[in-house]
T-cell receptor, first 118, second 114 residues
């Protein structure tokens, strides 16, 4: 079955370390998104990509970096510059990056990665 | 800027009772509206969506939502709640003109008591 795979499910990071969260999809979707979820704050957009080798900053991109070298992969790196990285991270995808047809499909979400700083 | 408001942070209902979760949005044009559900430690699952046409839309798991343009609302309802409905519910609006970004509300946590 097609879907989005996020790994690992749980991740622990020491202060000052960079960590990379994996997001892989086999849905042949063009657009991919990273959200951060904190209690009581809903989902906040970190980065998104609508096509390979291109990505855009979302509302809270500081301290994060991404790459989109392949259509099916959109890894997120949480750098040491992110001062409060402990959160639940969700990856999502959408079949078309542009226009109303893409909107009508909605998002497919992964099952998330919980990152904790120790 | 677009925004979505879910005024109820937490709701508790008895099993078998009816449920209504509120969602209000701020957007210049008719938006595309969605409701998602999230079980603990999981991703989000689409319940239903509205784009145009009939303002009452049916979704999965017996949920429905009604779009009211005059009130800028898209409330989620279920006639009889089951214990398995306990979860976090998110309303979202998407702007296709802005990179298809979804704007999510802060969520409503539903507790179901026997």
């Amino acid at each position: 079955d097609g879907g989005i795979t996020q790994s690992p499910k749980y991740l622990f990071r020491k202060e000052g370390q960079n960590v990379t969260l994996s997001c892989e999809q086999n849905l042949n979707h063009d657009a991919m998104y990273w959200y951060r979820q904190d209690p009581g704050q809903g989902l906040r957009l970190i980065y998104y990509s609508q096509i390979v080798n291109d990505f855009q900053k979302g509302d809270i991109a500081e301290g994060y970096s991404v790459s989109r070298e392949k259509k099916e992969s959109f890894p997120l790196t949480v750098t040491s510059a992110q001062k409060n990285p402990t959160a639940f991270y969700l990856c999502a995808s959408n079949p078309l990056g542009w226009g109303q047809d893409a909107v009508s499909y909605g998002y497919t979400f992964g099952s998330g990665t919980r990152l904790t700083v120790v | 800027a677009q925004s979505v408001t879910q005024p109820d942070i937490h709701i508790t209902v008895s099993e078998g009772a009816s449920l209504e979760l509120r969602c209000n949005y701020s957007y210049g044009a008719t938006p595309y509206l969605f409701w998602y559900v999230q079980s603990p430690g999981q991703g989000l699952q689409l319940l239903l969506k509205y784009f145009s046409g009939d303002t009452l839309v049916q979704g999965i798991k017996g949920f429905e939502a009604e779009f009211k343009r005059s009130q800028s609302s898209f409330n989620l309802r279920k006639p009889s709640v089951h214990w398995s409905d306990a979860a976090e519910y998110f309303c979202a609006v998407v702007t296709w003109s802005d990179g298809n970004q979804f704007y999510f509300g802060t969520g409503t946590s539903l507790t179901v008591i026997p």
